[in-house]
Protein backbone atom coordinates (compact mmCIF):
# COMPACT_ATOMS: atom_id res chain seq x y z
CA UNK A 1 0.00 0.00 0.00
CA UNK A 2 1.24 3.20 -1.19
CA UNK A 3 1.46 6.03 1.67
CA UNK A 4 3.42 9.31 3.04
CA UNK A 5 2.49 10.56 6.88
CA UNK A 6 4.79 12.17 8.98
CA UNK A 7 4.97 8.84 11.03
CA UNK A 8 3.05 5.25 11.29
CA UNK A 9 4.13 4.59 15.23
CA UNK A 10 1.54 7.50 16.14
CA UNK A 11 -1.14 5.05 15.35
CA UNK A 12 -1.52 4.13 18.87
CA UNK A 13 -2.82 7.29 20.21
CA UNK A 14 -4.57 8.34 17.05
CA UNK A 15 -6.82 4.70 17.41
CA UNK A 16 -8.14 6.01 20.73
CA UNK A 17 -8.81 9.06 19.40
CA UNK A 18 -10.78 8.28 16.24
CA UNK A 19 -12.42 6.02 19.01
CA UNK A 20 -13.75 8.87 21.12
CA UNK A 21 -14.97 10.71 17.94
CA UNK A 22 -16.85 7.73 16.58
CA UNK A 23 -18.69 7.38 19.66
CA UNK A 24 -19.64 10.62 19.59
CA UNK A 25 -21.18 10.17 15.90
CA UNK A 26 -24.43 8.23 16.57
CA UNK A 27 -25.97 9.21 13.07
CA UNK A 28 -22.78 7.67 11.04
CA UNK A 29 -22.74 4.66 13.35
CA UNK A 30 -26.10 4.12 12.18
CA UNK A 31 -25.25 4.51 8.66
CA UNK A 32 -22.25 2.37 9.11
CA UNK A 33 -23.82 -0.64 10.62
CA UNK A 34 -26.36 -0.54 7.33
CA UNK A 35 -23.46 0.27 5.00
CA UNK A 36 -22.25 -3.43 6.04
CA UNK A 37 -24.39 -5.04 4.93
CA UNK A 38 -25.71 -3.85 1.99
CA UNK A 39 -22.25 -2.95 0.56
CA UNK A 40 -24.01 0.37 -1.56
CA UNK A 41 -20.88 1.82 -2.25
CA UNK A 42 -18.94 -1.93 -3.64
CA UNK A 43 -15.85 -1.11 -5.38
CA UNK A 44 -16.58 2.59 -6.17
CA UNK A 45 -13.36 4.33 -6.15
CA UNK A 46 -13.52 7.27 -4.06
CA UNK A 47 -10.59 9.67 -3.25
CA UNK A 48 -11.02 11.83 -0.15
CA UNK A 49 -9.59 15.47 0.32
CA UNK A 50 -10.60 16.70 3.52
CA UNK A 51 -9.07 17.52 6.89
CA UNK A 52 -7.71 14.76 8.37
CA UNK A 53 -9.08 14.37 11.77
CA UNK A 54 -10.13 11.82 14.03
CA UNK A 55 -14.11 12.92 12.06
CA UNK A 56 -12.98 12.28 9.06
CA UNK A 57 -11.30 8.69 9.99
CA UNK A 58 -15.03 7.94 11.17
CA UNK A 59 -16.47 8.79 7.69
CA UNK A 60 -13.55 6.86 5.72
CA UNK A 61 -14.49 3.70 7.62
CA UNK A 62 -17.67 4.29 7.15
CA UNK A 63 -17.33 4.55 3.46
CA UNK A 64 -15.18 1.06 3.72
CA UNK A 65 -17.66 -0.49 5.39
CA UNK A 66 -20.11 0.42 2.30
CA UNK A 67 -17.60 -1.25 0.32
CA UNK A 68 -15.60 1.93 -1.39
CA UNK A 69 -12.06 1.57 -1.65
CA UNK A 70 -11.07 4.43 -0.42
CA UNK A 71 -8.16 7.19 -0.24
CA UNK A 72 -7.60 10.39 1.81
CA UNK A 73 -5.35 13.51 1.23
CA UNK A 74 -5.33 16.74 3.36
CA UNK A 75 -7.50 19.81 1.97
CA UNK A 76 -5.48 22.11 3.88
CA UNK A 77 -1.09 21.76 4.59
CA UNK A 78 -1.68 22.72 8.27
CA UNK A 79 -5.49 20.25 9.57
CA UNK A 80 -3.50 17.08 9.36
CA UNK A 81 -3.49 15.51 12.50
CA UNK A 82 -0.67 13.09 12.31
CA UNK A 83 -1.69 10.27 14.63
CA UNK A 84 -4.48 9.99 12.70
CA UNK A 85 -2.97 9.42 9.70
CA UNK A 86 -0.77 7.06 11.38
CA UNK A 87 -3.87 5.15 12.61
CA UNK A 88 -5.85 4.79 9.40
CA UNK A 89 -3.09 3.80 7.45
CA UNK A 90 -1.38 0.80 10.48
CA UNK A 91 -4.86 0.37 11.84
CA UNK A 92 -7.25 0.47 8.98
CA UNK A 93 -5.38 0.00 6.24
CA UNK A 94 -6.81 2.95 4.54
CA UNK A 95 -3.90 4.93 2.31
CA UNK A 96 -3.25 8.74 3.32
CA UNK A 97 -1.12 11.05 1.76
CA UNK A 98 -0.59 14.27 4.53
CA UNK A 99 1.75 15.52 6.79
CA UNK A 100 0.81 18.50 9.05
CA UNK A 101 2.86 21.48 8.18
CA UNK A 102 3.63 19.92 4.22
CA UNK A 103 4.43 23.02 2.00
CA UNK A 104 2.46 23.71 -1.12
CA UNK A 105 4.45 21.32 -3.36
CA UNK A 106 4.29 18.55 -1.47
CA UNK A 107 -0.04 19.05 -0.85
CA UNK A 108 -0.57 19.32 -4.39
CA UNK A 109 1.82 16.21 -4.61
CA UNK A 110 -0.18 14.24 -2.01
CA UNK A 111 -3.24 15.57 -4.19
CA UNK A 112 -2.28 13.74 -7.25
CA UNK A 113 -1.35 10.56 -5.31
CA UNK A 114 -5.15 10.34 -4.45
CA UNK A 115 -6.11 10.99 -7.83
CA UNK A 116 -4.01 8.04 -9.05
CA UNK A 117 -6.24 5.31 -8.22
CA UNK A 118 -8.55 6.97 -11.17
CA UNK A 119 -11.38 7.91 -8.78
CA UNK A 120 -15.01 7.47 -9.45
CA UNK A 121 -16.29 9.52 -7.11
CA UNK A 122 -14.44 12.72 -5.63
CA UNK A 123 -15.28 13.91 -1.70
CA UNK A 124 -13.60 17.37 -1.56
CA UNK A 125 -13.00 20.00 0.49
CA UNK A 126 -12.50 23.21 -0.71
CA UNK A 127 -12.57 22.22 -4.32
CA UNK A 128 -8.66 21.72 -4.60
CA UNK A 129 -9.12 17.96 -5.93
CA UNK A 130 -11.86 18.96 -8.72
CA UNK A 131 -10.07 21.83 -9.72
CA UNK A 132 -6.95 20.00 -10.33
CA UNK A 133 -8.46 17.15 -11.81
CA UNK A 134 -9.85 19.79 -14.70
CA UNK A 135 -6.68 20.92 -14.66
CA UNK A 136 -5.56 17.36 -15.78
CA UNK A 137 -8.60 17.16 -17.82
CA UNK A 138 -9.23 13.24 -15.67
CA UNK A 139 -12.29 11.44 -16.29
CA UNK A 140 -14.85 11.14 -13.07
CA UNK A 141 -17.16 9.06 -13.91
CA UNK A 142 -19.79 9.43 -10.59
CA UNK A 143 -19.27 12.60 -9.46
CA UNK A 144 -18.05 14.79 -6.52
CA UNK A 145 -19.49 15.88 -2.96
CA UNK A 146 -17.94 19.60 -2.08
CA UNK A 147 -17.76 20.09 1.86
CA UNK A 148 -17.92 23.79 2.16
CA UNK A 149 -18.84 27.21 1.74
CA UNK A 150 -15.20 28.28 -0.31
CA UNK A 151 -15.58 25.03 -2.61
CA UNK A 152 -19.28 25.61 -3.62
CA UNK A 153 -18.53 29.05 -4.65
CA UNK A 154 -15.84 27.54 -6.67
CA UNK A 155 -18.00 25.28 -8.03
CA UNK A 156 -20.87 27.40 -8.55
CA UNK A 157 -18.51 29.96 -10.68
CA UNK A 158 -17.15 26.72 -13.42
CA UNK A 159 -20.72 25.70 -13.58
CA UNK A 160 -21.70 29.22 -14.60
CA UNK A 161 -18.55 28.98 -17.11
CA UNK A 162 -19.63 25.67 -18.65
CA UNK A 163 -16.57 24.19 -17.13
CA UNK A 164 -17.74 21.65 -14.77
CA UNK A 165 -17.42 18.07 -16.14
CA UNK A 166 -19.20 16.25 -13.63
CA UNK A 167 -22.40 16.62 -11.28
CA UNK A 168 -21.25 17.91 -7.48
CA UNK A 169 -23.55 17.50 -4.46
CA UNK A 170 -23.28 20.35 -2.54
CA UNK A 171 -22.77 18.94 0.80
CA UNK A 172 -22.23 22.42 2.78
CA UNK A 173 -25.80 23.42 1.70
CA UNK A 174 -27.89 20.65 3.45
CA UNK A 175 -29.43 22.27 6.39
CA UNK A 176 -28.26 19.43 8.89
CA UNK A 177 -24.83 20.53 7.69
CA UNK A 178 -24.05 24.94 7.82
CA UNK A 179 -26.73 25.23 9.86
CA UNK A 180 -24.70 23.33 12.62
CA UNK A 181 -20.84 22.83 11.33
CA UNK A 182 -20.61 26.53 10.18
CA UNK A 183 -22.34 28.01 13.05
CA UNK A 184 -21.58 25.58 16.17
CA UNK A 185 -18.57 23.83 15.13
CA UNK A 186 -17.02 26.76 13.52
CA UNK A 187 -17.92 29.51 16.36
CA UNK A 188 -16.77 26.83 19.24
CA UNK A 189 -13.55 25.35 17.37
CA UNK A 190 -12.14 28.82 16.24
CA UNK A 191 -12.37 29.98 19.74
CA UNK A 192 -10.68 27.17 21.01
CA UNK A 193 -7.65 27.22 18.30
CA UNK A 194 -7.37 30.94 19.62
CA UNK A 195 -7.70 30.43 23.50
CA UNK A 196 -4.87 26.88 22.82
CA UNK A 197 -2.92 29.07 20.62
CA UNK A 198 -2.39 32.47 23.00
CA UNK A 199 -4.09 31.15 26.32
CA UNK A 200 -5.42 34.91 26.36
CA UNK A 201 -8.52 36.04 28.30
CA UNK A 202 -11.27 36.39 25.72
CA UNK A 203 -13.17 38.39 28.47
CA UNK A 204 -13.25 41.97 28.29
CA UNK A 205 -11.44 42.18 24.86
CA UNK A 206 -12.52 43.79 21.60
CA UNK A 207 -13.13 40.86 19.42
CA UNK A 208 -13.56 42.10 15.80
CA UNK A 209 -15.12 39.74 13.40
CA UNK A 210 -15.38 39.61 9.67
CA UNK A 211 -18.07 38.38 8.13
CA UNK A 212 -21.14 37.38 9.94
CA UNK A 213 -22.10 34.99 7.50
CA UNK A 214 -23.31 31.11 9.65
CA UNK A 215 -19.55 30.71 10.61
CA UNK A 216 -19.09 34.59 11.57
CA UNK A 217 -22.13 34.03 13.66
CA UNK A 218 -20.83 31.14 15.59
CA UNK A 219 -17.48 33.26 16.30
CA UNK A 220 -19.57 35.91 17.49
CA UNK A 221 -21.92 34.36 19.47
CA UNK A 222 -19.41 32.24 21.34
CA UNK A 223 -17.23 35.54 21.55
CA UNK A 224 -19.91 37.10 23.37
CA UNK A 225 -20.71 34.36 25.54
CA UNK A 226 -17.31 34.15 27.27
CA UNK A 227 -17.12 38.26 27.97
CA UNK A 228 -15.68 39.42 24.41
CA UNK A 229 -16.95 42.92 23.55
CA UNK A 230 -18.00 42.21 20.01
CA UNK A 231 -17.95 44.13 17.02
CA UNK A 232 -18.89 42.86 13.16
CA UNK A 233 -17.25 43.68 9.93
CA UNK A 234 -20.05 42.93 7.24
CA UNK A 235 -20.48 44.22 3.19
CA UNK A 236 -24.07 43.24 3.06
CA UNK A 237 -26.56 45.36 3.88
CA UNK A 238 -29.02 42.16 5.53
CA UNK A 239 -25.94 40.62 7.36
CA UNK A 240 -25.32 43.67 8.90
CA UNK A 241 -28.46 44.70 10.33
CA UNK A 242 -28.73 41.20 11.64
CA UNK A 243 -25.35 41.68 13.84
CA UNK A 244 -26.93 44.86 14.71
CA UNK A 245 -29.84 43.42 16.11
CA UNK A 246 -28.10 40.04 17.74
CA UNK A 247 -26.98 43.16 20.03
CA UNK A 248 -23.32 43.62 18.09
CA UNK A 249 -21.31 46.96 17.07
CA UNK A 250 -21.29 46.82 13.24
CA UNK A 251 -18.67 49.35 11.25
CA UNK A 252 -16.25 49.47 8.63
CA UNK A 253 -12.68 47.50 9.14
CA UNK A 254 -10.37 50.47 8.92
CA UNK A 255 -11.94 51.66 12.08
CA UNK A 256 -12.17 48.43 14.01
CA UNK A 257 -8.42 47.97 13.13
CA UNK A 258 -7.71 50.85 15.65
CA UNK A 259 -9.83 49.27 18.81
CA UNK A 260 -9.72 45.67 18.51
CA UNK A 261 -7.36 43.30 20.52
CA UNK A 262 -8.30 40.04 18.51
CA UNK A 263 -9.66 39.92 14.77
CA UNK A 264 -10.84 36.58 13.06
CA UNK A 265 -11.93 37.06 9.44
CA UNK A 266 -14.06 34.07 8.26
CA UNK A 267 -15.31 35.97 5.06
CA UNK A 268 -14.45 33.30 2.36
CA UNK A 269 -13.07 36.64 0.99
CA UNK A 270 -9.59 37.69 -0.17
CA UNK A 271 -7.62 40.72 1.43
CA UNK A 272 -9.78 41.34 3.82
CA UNK A 273 -7.13 42.81 7.00
CA UNK A 274 -4.54 44.26 4.46
CA UNK A 275 -1.74 46.99 5.31
CA UNK A 276 -3.59 50.33 5.66
CA UNK A 277 -4.92 47.86 8.93
CA UNK A 278 -2.21 46.86 10.33
CA UNK A 279 -0.89 50.38 10.00
CA UNK A 280 -3.42 51.34 12.58
CA UNK A 281 -3.61 48.35 15.24
CA UNK A 282 -2.96 48.74 18.18
CA UNK A 283 0.38 46.92 19.96
CA UNK A 284 -0.22 43.23 20.32
CA UNK A 285 -3.18 42.92 18.28
CA UNK A 286 -3.98 38.96 17.63
CA UNK A 287 -4.95 38.89 13.89
CA UNK A 288 -6.04 35.23 12.42
CA UNK A 289 -8.52 33.59 9.91
CA UNK A 290 -10.96 30.66 10.04
CA UNK A 291 -12.05 31.07 6.92
CA UNK A 292 -11.23 28.20 4.21
CA UNK A 293 -8.02 30.08 2.47
CA UNK A 294 -5.21 32.10 4.19
CA UNK A 295 -6.03 34.84 1.83
CA UNK A 296 -8.00 37.09 4.20
CA UNK A 297 -5.32 37.90 5.65
CA UNK A 298 -2.52 40.34 3.57
CA UNK A 299 0.55 38.41 5.25
CA UNK A 300 2.79 39.90 2.98
CA UNK A 301 1.98 43.39 3.55
CA UNK A 302 2.36 42.32 7.13
CA UNK A 303 5.59 41.19 6.20
CA UNK A 304 6.75 44.39 4.64
CA UNK A 305 6.20 46.92 6.93
CA UNK A 306 8.17 44.79 9.90
CA UNK A 307 11.53 44.71 10.96
CA UNK A 308 11.57 41.43 12.75
CA UNK A 309 9.40 38.31 12.94
CA UNK A 310 9.65 35.34 15.22
CA UNK A 311 7.55 32.44 16.21
CA UNK A 312 6.89 33.31 20.02
CA UNK A 313 4.47 30.46 20.76
CA UNK A 314 3.55 27.38 18.97
CA UNK A 315 1.26 28.71 15.67
CA UNK A 316 1.98 32.48 16.73
CA UNK A 317 4.32 34.40 14.83
CA UNK A 318 5.44 38.02 16.03
CA UNK A 319 5.88 40.76 13.86
CA UNK A 320 7.67 44.06 14.93
CA UNK A 321 6.87 46.36 12.90
CA UNK A 322 9.19 49.53 12.16
CA UNK A 323 6.98 51.57 14.53
CA UNK A 324 7.77 49.15 17.08
CA UNK A 325 4.38 47.32 17.38
CA UNK A 326 3.86 43.48 18.40
CA UNK A 327 0.98 41.66 15.90
CA UNK A 328 0.87 38.59 16.20
CA UNK A 329 -0.44 36.25 13.51
CA UNK A 330 -1.58 32.77 14.11
CA UNK A 331 -1.24 29.79 12.29
CA UNK A 332 -0.14 31.52 9.28
CA UNK A 333 -3.55 33.00 8.50
CA UNK A 334 -4.80 29.39 7.90
CA UNK A 335 -7.84 27.94 9.33
CA UNK A 336 -7.15 28.32 12.94
CA UNK A 337 -9.77 25.72 14.57
CA UNK A 338 -7.78 23.44 12.34
CA UNK A 339 -4.24 24.49 12.52
CA UNK A 340 -4.14 25.11 16.75
CA UNK A 341 -7.17 23.26 17.84
CA UNK A 342 -8.69 20.01 16.58
CA UNK A 343 -11.39 21.08 13.96
CA UNK A 344 -15.11 20.58 14.81
CA UNK A 345 -16.40 18.45 17.53
CA UNK A 346 -17.18 15.25 16.28
CA UNK A 347 -21.21 15.51 17.14
CA UNK A 348 -21.21 18.24 14.89
CA UNK A 349 -18.94 16.20 11.84
CA UNK A 350 -21.49 13.51 12.61
CA UNK A 351 -23.98 15.05 10.37
CA UNK A 352 -21.77 16.85 7.79
CA UNK A 353 -20.13 13.57 7.27
CA UNK A 354 -23.72 11.48 7.50
CA UNK A 355 -24.17 13.81 4.42
CA UNK A 356 -21.28 13.37 2.93
CA UNK A 357 -21.97 9.66 3.20
CA UNK A 358 -25.62 9.58 2.11
CA UNK A 359 -24.60 11.84 -0.89
CA UNK A 360 -21.80 9.20 -2.04
CA UNK A 361 -24.23 6.61 -2.00
CA UNK A 362 -27.08 8.73 -4.22
CA UNK A 363 -24.40 9.22 -6.44
CA UNK A 364 -23.75 5.85 -6.67
CA UNK A 365 -27.34 5.32 -7.52
CA UNK A 366 -28.15 8.06 -9.52
CA UNK A 367 -25.40 9.53 -11.34
CA UNK A 368 -26.65 8.53 -14.59
CA UNK A 369 -29.77 10.92 -14.34
CA UNK A 370 -27.17 13.39 -12.68
CA UNK A 371 -25.92 16.40 -15.39
CA UNK A 372 -22.46 18.82 -15.01
CA UNK A 373 -24.54 20.90 -12.53
CA UNK A 374 -23.87 21.65 -8.37
CA UNK A 375 -26.80 19.94 -6.94
CA UNK A 376 -28.11 20.04 -3.56
CA UNK A 377 -27.94 17.51 -0.77
CA UNK A 378 -32.13 16.10 -1.70
CA UNK A 379 -34.39 17.18 0.95
CA UNK A 380 -35.11 13.65 2.15
CA UNK A 381 -31.60 13.40 3.15
CA UNK A 382 -30.76 16.00 4.41
CA UNK A 383 -34.30 15.66 6.65
CA UNK A 384 -33.36 11.84 7.77
CA UNK A 385 -30.09 13.33 8.61
CA UNK A 386 -31.98 15.88 11.37
CA UNK A 387 -34.51 13.31 12.15
CA UNK A 388 -31.87 10.66 13.32
CA UNK A 389 -29.47 13.55 15.45
CA UNK A 390 -32.87 13.98 17.09
CA UNK A 391 -32.97 10.16 17.91
CA UNK A 392 -30.02 10.10 18.82
CA UNK A 393 -30.54 13.22 21.49
CA UNK A 394 -33.00 11.48 22.92
CA UNK A 395 -35.69 14.60 21.79
CA UNK A 396 -38.92 13.81 20.46
CA UNK A 397 -40.40 16.52 18.18
CA UNK A 398 -44.43 16.85 17.43
CA UNK A 399 -46.08 15.93 14.14
CA UNK A 400 -48.70 17.89 12.41
CA UNK A 401 -52.24 16.70 12.74
CA UNK A 402 -54.25 15.64 9.64
CA UNK A 403 -56.18 18.69 10.36
CA UNK A 404 -53.25 21.12 10.59
CA UNK A 405 -51.80 19.60 7.73
CA UNK A 406 -55.20 20.52 5.71
CA UNK A 407 -55.18 23.76 7.51
CA UNK A 408 -51.65 24.53 6.12
CA UNK A 409 -52.16 23.53 2.83
CA UNK A 410 -55.63 25.90 2.28
CA UNK A 411 -56.02 29.09 1.72
CA UNK A 412 -59.88 29.54 2.16
CA UNK A 413 -60.44 29.97 6.24
CA UNK A 414 -59.21 33.49 7.80
CA UNK A 415 -60.03 34.97 10.70
P1 LIG B 1 -21.21 32.75 4.35
O1 LIG B 1 -21.35 33.00 2.90
O2 LIG B 1 -22.39 32.31 5.14
O3 LIG B 1 -20.61 34.06 5.07
C1 LIG B 1 -19.57 34.85 4.58
C2 LIG B 1 -19.88 36.30 4.98
O4 LIG B 1 -18.73 37.11 4.75
C3 LIG B 1 -21.03 36.89 4.15
O5 LIG B 1 -22.03 37.40 5.03
C4 LIG B 1 -20.36 38.00 3.35
O6 LIG B 1 -21.21 39.11 3.14
C5 LIG B 1 -19.18 38.36 4.25
N1 LIG B 1 -18.08 39.02 3.54
C6 LIG B 1 -17.59 38.76 2.31
N2 LIG B 1 -16.56 39.59 2.03
C7 LIG B 1 -16.40 40.38 3.12
C8 LIG B 1 -15.51 41.44 3.45
N3 LIG B 1 -14.56 41.86 2.60
N4 LIG B 1 -15.63 42.03 4.67
C9 LIG B 1 -16.59 41.63 5.55
N5 LIG B 1 -17.46 40.64 5.29
C10 LIG B 1 -17.38 40.03 4.09
O7 LIG B 1 -20.02 31.70 4.49
P2 LIG B 1 -19.69 30.74 5.75
O8 LIG B 1 -20.41 29.46 5.60
O9 LIG B 1 -19.79 31.51 6.99
O10 LIG B 1 -18.15 30.41 5.43
C11 LIG B 1 -17.13 31.41 5.53
C12 LIG B 1 -15.77 30.79 5.26
O11 LIG B 1 -15.48 29.82 6.26
C13 LIG B 1 -15.69 30.01 3.92
O12 LIG B 1 -14.39 30.17 3.41
C14 LIG B 1 -15.93 28.58 4.34
O13 LIG B 1 -15.45 27.66 3.40
C15 LIG B 1 -15.17 28.55 5.65
N6 LIG B 1 -15.54 27.50 6.60
C16 LIG B 1 -14.59 27.23 7.55
C17 LIG B 1 -14.82 26.25 8.49
C18 LIG B 1 -13.78 25.96 9.49
O14 LIG B 1 -13.71 24.83 9.97
N7 LIG B 1 -12.97 26.91 9.89
C19 LIG B 1 -16.08 25.47 8.50
C20 LIG B 1 -17.05 25.90 7.51
C21 LIG B 1 -16.76 26.88 6.60
Known amino acids: MNYDIKDVSLSKRGKLRIEWASDNMPVLALIRERFSKEKPLAGVKTACCLHVTTETAVLMLTLKAGGADIVLCASNPLSTQDDVAASLVRDYGIPVFAIKGEDNKLYYEHLKAALDIDPDITMDDGADLVSTIHKEKKHIPLGGTEETTTGVIRLRAMELQGKLLHPIIAVNDAQTKYLFDNRYGTGQSTIDGIIRATNKLIAGSNFVVCGYGWCGRGCAMR ?174 IDRLTAEQKKYLASWEMGT
Open 223 to 396: AKGLGANVIIIEVDPFKALEAVMDGFLVMPIAQAAKIGDIFVTVTGDINVIRGEHFKVMKDKAIVCNSGHFNVEIDIPALQKMSKKRRIIRDFVEEFVTSDGRRLYVLGDGRLINLAAAEGHPAQVMDMSFANQALSAEYMKKNYKKLEKKVYKVPEDIDRRIAELKLASMGIK
